[in-house]
């Protein structure tokens, strides 16, 4: 069956450092892959995607790397902000159109 | 910035009473979405909705679950008896195209509580 999830539940980063949330999926043929952010009381907010021709892409301090040879997906923020404390989500989007989501990392930032 | 907007933020409702969850989705988006999530667990897919029509269902998504798009604004979500295990936060989303190559945006969910 489908399946997008994620290693750790919890993550704890010091403010100011790197954190790298890591995900695997067991579809190869999966080939569209979103991560979202999900603060207290709200929805999914979408970060960045990730096509499975291309192995990394960059946003603001976020950055996705994609590992098809081991179906493994990463997010790493640069510089763990306050803010940044939420539960991440790694998901596929089906070519259907509806949205496989993972169980999710919730980060800690710790002062 | 245009959103996605959901209402009641919070439903409280007894087991076996039917309930209506309502969303605006953002005005130019042509696809609907509705997700549940329980608490603790993964934001799971219930149904797709386009041109007036379901376009996907999960196995969730029983004879007790409809959709109705009923103006050219709202979107919502019918449970007709609901049970003890649909407590959970609903989410309403919306995109502009759908083929799983679009930014589908969220509301702030809806908790629905089943007493």
């Known amino acids: 069956g489908e399946s997008v999830g994620l290693h750790l539940p919890t993550l704890s980063v010091q403010e100011g450092d790197n954190s790298i949330i890591n995900c695997a999926y067991s579809n190869s043929a999966s080939d569209y892959f979103i991560w979202y952010k999900q603060e207290s009381g709200k929805g999914p907010q979408f970060i960045i995607d990730?096509?499975?021709?291309?192995d990394k892409r960059q946003g603001q301090r976020v950055t996705v790397l994609l590992n098809k040879t081991v179906k493994h997906l990463s997010l790493q923020i640069a510089a763990t902000q306050p803010g940044d404390s939420a539960v991440y989500f790694c998901?596929?989007?089906?070519?259907?159109?509806?949205?496989?989501f993972g169980k999710g990392t919730r980060l800690h930032i710790l002062p | 910035e245009p959103e996605v907007t959901q209402t009641p933020s919070h439903q409280v409702t007894q087991m076996g009473q039917e309930v209506i969850l309502r969303c605006v989705p953002i005005?130019?988006?042509?696809?609907f979405y509705w997700y549940r999530q329980i608490l603790g667990q993964k934001v799971e897919f219930l149904v797709s909705?386009?041109?007036?029509?379901?376009?996907?269902k999960s196995e969730i998504f029983d004879d007790q679950f409809s959709v109705e798009r009923p103006d050219g604004s709202n979107f919502t979500l019918k449970i007709r008896s609901t049970k003890l295990e649909d407590s959970a936060m609903y989410f309403c989303a919306s995109s502009a195209t759908g083929q799983g190559n679009n930014e589908q945006f969220f509301g702030p969910g809806t908790r629905l509580t089943v007493l």
């Open positions: 998901a596929e989007n089906k070519r259907d159109d509806k949205i496989i």
């Open positions: 005005s130019n988006h042509l696809y």
């Open positions: 909705f386009y041109n007036n029509e379901i376009s996907e």
């Open positions: 990730i096509r499975s021709n291309m």
